[in-house]
């Protein structure tokens, strides 16, 4: 029977796993590593008061064709939220402030969101034709829109600075750090479910591993041996030997174990395989892969959770967003700061986001910094509105500085258009020199159209562990080992 090793204990190593033993595959031949003390990768449920947060992956972005959505719909762990502030910081009870406390107005926003709504539905349709940058899009109808006398309700100066808020919030949306580096193309590649965009999970993402490790009999050929007895948590691997020594399989290297495989799947993130993967494997990866590596694209966002004693807005208020004048930015990762919003089901929480190289600025910066600077902002913004306290404490995501992810989701860059890449190069397995399959390769950059998502990642670990089943079919390991 063939030996197997999964690198990476998130979304897409757990749903191989537990397909593989689904499909008959031995637990007992199958080892995860995991290099974090924890599964889950980047679904981060983490409890908070009587409830949870996400520093990850929040919702289940859609239904149909989202493979995530049946399996925790059928476990009855999911909701709709309507409460969709904290997603895109649209709704009618988030307010515009600059930074010294001038508001936008309420007719001003609206104006706003009306203008930019129609450009996002002319972008469906003129995408397809567009050669240059999704921000060079966006950007140049705006511009049209600014000639052609659009805004009635404000100058130029402002509408440009809502739309500097606009492209913060588009880099949430798309992963990337500038949306001059998405494709306007190949965004079109992204392909979203129909459906609720903004179904969360009642007691966390995270639930999804329990559900995904239930399907697993826990008993296989008289063997006692679930899943999770598989899994080798604070063990990274530093090294895949995977043509050195043909007959023995595939050497892995972690600093205290080596293991040995027939087959490896790896499901590390494209920021770690852009980070390292000269370092991770020997010999070098095919060029093809190698190419797929460097040009698909992977950014940095950040959650910053802000903790109260108590609330100090009401329940009508939603948030207040920031935007920067640009003569009095600071040229800090806090100019890029989303803005504040009310969080569900905690009552003393606030959130923010923060993307790209203001992202990785923000990690390097000490949480005291992080807690003063937003809560200037905040307080400023605030005004005289509400009677402002002090936050005690910031919660917030490391997604960048953590050497186990580098970032935080994949998009379809500029440049993987230019030299003719996609996900399905990423997700090609390496044969070695005696044409015998090694390396597997799964995770959500590896997915063509649904790429930055859990569900994602879950189908491409499907993928792989059929492909291995297959695989193993067809050169009847069975019968050699
Ligand atoms: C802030 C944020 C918000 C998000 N929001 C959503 C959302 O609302 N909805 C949604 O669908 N998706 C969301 N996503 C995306 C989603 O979380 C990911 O697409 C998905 O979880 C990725 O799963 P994966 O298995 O591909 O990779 P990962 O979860 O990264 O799993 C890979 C695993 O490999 C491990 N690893 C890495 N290197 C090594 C090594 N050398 N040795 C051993 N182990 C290693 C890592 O520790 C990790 O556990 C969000 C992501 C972030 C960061
Ligand atoms: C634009 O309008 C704002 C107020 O709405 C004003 O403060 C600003 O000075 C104006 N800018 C220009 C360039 O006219
Ligand atoms: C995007 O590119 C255009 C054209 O080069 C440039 O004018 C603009 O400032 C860029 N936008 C951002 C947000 O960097
Ligand atoms: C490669 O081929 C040689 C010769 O047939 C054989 O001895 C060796 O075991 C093969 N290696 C693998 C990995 O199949
Ligand atoms: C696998 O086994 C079958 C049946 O014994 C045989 O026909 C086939 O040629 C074998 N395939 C390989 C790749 O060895």
Redesign the pocket.
């Known amino acids: 029977m063939a030996k197997l090793i999964i690198i990476g204990a998130g979304a897409s190593g757990l749903s191989a796993a537990s397909r593989l033993v689904e499909k008959g595959f031995d637990p007992a031949k199958i080892t995860i590593l995991e290099a974090e003390n924890r599964i889950g990768g980047r679904i981060l449920t983490v409890p908070h008061g009587s409830s949870l947060i996400e520093l990850g992956a929040q919702w289940v972005h859609g239904h149909e064709g989202n493979v995530v959505h049946p399996l925790a719909a059928a476990a009855g762990e999911i909701r709709t939220d309507i409460h969709t502030l904290e997603s895109t910081g649209y709704a009618d009870d988030v307010e515009m402030a600059y930074r010294d406390g001038r508001k936008i107005t309420p007719v001003q926003l609206n104006e706003f969101k009306k203008i930019l709504q129609s450009i996002y539905d002319d972008s469906k349709k003129e995408l397809a034709q567009w050669d240059k940058s999704l921000g060079e899009y966006f950007e140049s109808k705006f511009g049209e829109h600014l000639n052609r006398g659009s805004f009635t309700t404000m100058n130029r100066s402002t509408a440009l600075d809502l739309l500097d808020w606009a492209h913060r919030s588009q880099n949430i949306e798309d992963g990337s750090d500038n949306w001059n580096d998405t494709s306007g193309v190949g965004s079109l590649e992204y392909h979203e479910c129909e459906g609720d965009y903004t179904t969360v999970w009642k007691r966390g993402y995270s639930v999804l591993f329990d559900i995904l490790m239930k399907n697993v009999p826990k008993t296989s050929n008289g063997l006692k041996l679930s899943l999770s007895d598989r899994i080798q948590l604070n063990s990274p691997v530093n090294l895949i030997r995977w043509n050195s020594a043909?007959?023995s399989?595939v050497q892995v290297v972690c600093s205290d174990k080596t293991y040995y495989a027939d087959m490896v799947l790896i499901t590390c993130s494209l920021g770690v395989l852009k980070d390292r993967a000269d370092k991770l494997f020997t010999p070098l990866l095919p060029e093809k892969k190698r190419r797929a590596i460097e040009a698909l694209g992977f950014g940095t966002v950040n959650k910053i959770f802000l903790e109260f004693r108590k609330p100090w807005w009401t329940s009508e208020w939603g948030g207040v967003n920031f935007i920067t004048d640009p003569s009095k930015a600071t040229g800090e990762w806090e100019d890029r700061v989303l803005g504040f919003s009310t969080v569900r089901g905690q009552p003393n929480l606030l959130i923010s986001w923060v993307t790209g190289s203001a992202a990785r600025q923000f990690e390097t910066r000490s949480e005291d910094e992080v807690l003063m600077k937003c809560s200037t902002m905040l307080r400023t913004a605030v005004g005289t509105d509400f009677a402002y306290e002090e936050p005690t404490r910031v919660i917030r995501s490391l997604w960048q500085s953590n050497p186990h992810f580098c970032g935080s989701y994949s998009f379809r860059s500029k440049k993987s258009i230019e030299l003719d890449v996609c996900p399905s190069d990423l997700a090609e397995p390496v044969i070695?020199s005696?044409g015998?399959a090694r390396l597997f390769f799964a995770g959500e950059a590896t997915h063509d159209h649904r790429y930055s998502t859990v569900h994602a990642a879950v189908e491409t670990g499907w993928r792989e562990a059929d492909r291995i089943v297959e695989h193993v079919k067809e050169t009847n390991f069975t019968a050699k080992l």
């Open positions: 043909p007959s399989g070695d005696n015998s």
